[in-house]
Antibody, heavy 118, light 110 residues
């Protein structure tokens, strides 16, 4: 059974870079059938798509976040990562990683709360 | 403000049916047949319950069904059970490898 688990600092200072890693077990991120992505949910708000990546290296980002977001992949560790630069309080959210198939997201990780505060 | 509009809450008694709407635009729901619905119990991983408007993933009860008309998609949960109480989010592919989501609907089983 495919499982995803997010990890990374729970507190990031304003203007710094948020970095998270998603570890995948029970399947390979090098599969040709799937993309791998990040989403987030600010407190009290709805979900927001951040971006996706294909094992070949192709990346796709939400236009509203594109200038600050980087998604990368380490196939040797079966992990993919997210970086968001120049964070502000508006980037405080629960961050989720997920696999993309049939243009939907399934499965998801449990999520990790990242708070931006000095 | 979310790109897709959902009612903030919905409710029904056990055994009843509840329908949750999700309104988008001609740039997302109205164009692409890639509407999906997610069930989220707080503190747990969101779970896909409907994809491609009306398809159910393996293991999802047939009490869950989806449909689309114009720019609006709908999720119907029939034969409500206590375990169905959760937050539900709709999503639509919006082209160019971009997705939009709704603000979520809290479903209460009375």
């Amino acid at each position: 059974q495919l499982q995803l688990q997010e990890s990374g600092p729970g507190l990031v200072k304003p203007s710094e870079t948020l970095s998270l890693t998603c570890t995948v077990s029970g399947g390979s991120i090098s599969s040709t059938n799937y993309f791998w992505g990040w989403l987030r949910q600010p407190p009290g708000k709805g979900l927001e798509y951040i971006g996706t990546m294909y094992y070949s290296g192709s990346t796709y980002y939400n236009p509203s976040l594109k200038s600050r977001v980087t998604i990368s992949m380490d196939t040797s560790k079966n992990q993919f990562s997210l970086m968001v630069s120049s964070v502000t309080a508006a980037d405080t959210a629960v961050y989720y990683c997920a696999r993309t198939s049939n243009l939907s997201f399934d499965p998801w990780g449990q999520g990790t709360l990242v708070t931006v505060s000095s | 403000q979310s790109a897709l509009t959902q009612p903030p809450s919905a409710s029904g008694s056990p055994g009843q049916s509840v329908t949750i709407s999700c309104t988008g635009t001609s740039s997302d729901i109205g164009t692409y047949y890639y509407v999906s619905w997610y069930q989220h119990h707080p503190g747990k991983a969101p779970k896909l319950v409907i994809y491609e408007v009306s398809q159910r993933p393996s293991g999802v009860p047939d009490r869950f069904s989806g449909s689309r008309s114009g720019n609006t998609a709908s999720l119907t949960v029939s034969g409500l059970q206590a375990e169905d109480e959760a937050d539900y989010y709709c999503s639509s592919y919006a082209g160019s490898n971009n997705w939009v989501f709704g603000g979520g609907t809290k479903l209460t089983v009375l």
